[in-house]
C-alpha cells in the first residue's frame, strides 16, 4: 500500500526542514561536481576520445566514491538522498511527506545545476556531457534500463538505511549505496548512461542547454524508486511485528 503523505506547511517551512534543504542542496553539487567533473577530465586528457573500458571504471569509481561523501555528509540532517528518485521512493514508503520531498527536489535540482554550472565555468566552456541513450538503443529501452537500476539503487536504500531491523548494518549505508551507484553505472554506462537520479541528468541538461531525451532520466528513475519504496515498504517494512506479537512455532 502506498503512504505518501501529503504534510504540512508548517513542518516543510521549519528550521530543521530548512537545514535539510540546505544540506540536500550541499551534498548533491558535491556529488554532481565529482561526477561530472570526473567525465569532462576523461574528456580533455583524451582529447574528447569515446569513453573507453578504462574511462569507463574511473567514472564508475569517481560517482560511487562521491555518493558516499556525499550520502555521509547529509545523512544525520537530511537522511542524505542527493536524489529525486530516492525521494520519491521514500516518500512512496511513508518516510517523507510530498510538501518535503518537493523542496528536497528543489534543493537537488538547484545543487546539481549549480555544480554543472560550476563546471562549466572553472573548466573555461568545456562541453558538460548529458546524458542519452546509445545510438541504436530506443528511448524506451533506456527507460527500462533507468527502472532497473533505480529500483536496485533505492531498494539498497531502503535495506541498508530506511528499514527499522538494519541493526549496524546501518553503518555501513553510504559504502553500500556508493557501491551499488558505481556498479549500475558499470552495468548501463554505455547504454542509457546509468543515470539513476534525475537531478544528476538535469543539471548538465541546463549547463549544456540540451533537454532532448531528458524525459528518459525522470520517468525511467521515478518508476524505479517508486517501485522500490512500495515493494520494500509494503512487503517487508509493513510485515514487520513487535516481537511479543509474533508467532512462533
Not at 540546505?22 to 586528457?45: M, N, P, Q, R
Not at 518516510?95 to 573555461?124: D, M, N, R
Not at 548512461?193 to 528518459?216: C, E, H, L, Q
Request: charge should be neutral; proline fraction near 4%.
Amino acid at each position: 500500500m502506498v503512504k505518501l503523505a501529503i504534510g504540512s506547511i508548517g513542518d516543510s517551512l521549519s528550521v530543521g526542514s530548512f537545514k535539510a534543504y540546505l544540506a540536500e542542496f550541499i551534498a548533491t553539487l558535491l556529488f554532481v561536481f565529482a561526477g561530472v567533473g570526473s567525465a569532462i577530465a576523461y574528456g580533455k586528457l583524451t582529447a574528447g576520445a569515446a569513453l573507453d573500458p578504462a574511462g569507463l571504471v574511473a567514472v564508475a569509481v569517481a560517482h560511487a566514491l562521491a555518493l558516499f561523501v556525499g550520502v555521509s555528509i547529509a545523512a544525520n540532517i537530511s537522511g542524505g538522498h542527493l536524489n529525486p528518485a530516492v525521494t520519491f521512493g521514500l516518500a512512496v514508503g511513508g518516510h517523507i511527506t510530498i510538501l518535503s520531498g518537493i523542496f528536497y527536489w528543489v534543493a537537488q535540482l538547484l545543487g546539481a545545476s549549480v555544480a554543472c554550472l560550476l563546471l562549466k565555468f572553472v573548466t573555461c566552456g568545456l562541453a558538460v556531457p548529458t546524458h542519452s541513450v546509445a545510438a541504436g538503443m530506443s528511448e524506451l529501452a533506456g527507460v527500462v534500463m533507468e527502472i532497473v537500476i533505480t529500483f536496485a539503487l533505492v531498494y539498497t536504500v531502503y535495506a541498508t538505511a530506511a528499514d527499522p531491523k538494519k541493526g549496524s548494518l546501518g553503518t555501513i549505508a553510504p559504502i553500500a549505496i556508493g557501491f551499488i551507484v558505481g556498479a549500475n553505472i558499470l552495468a548501463a554506462g554505455p547504454f542509457s548512461g546509468g543515470s539513476m537520479n534525475p537531478a544528476r541528468s538535469f543539471g548538465p541538461a541546463v549547463a549544456a542547454g540540451d533537454f532532448s531525451g531528458n524525459w528518459v532520466y525522470w520517468v525511467g528513475p521515478l518508476i524505479g524508486g517508486g517501485l522500490a519504496g512500495l515493494i520494500y515498504g509494503d512487503v517487508f517494512i509493513g510485515s514487520y511485528q513487535p516481537v511479543g506479537a509474533q508467532d512462533y512455532p
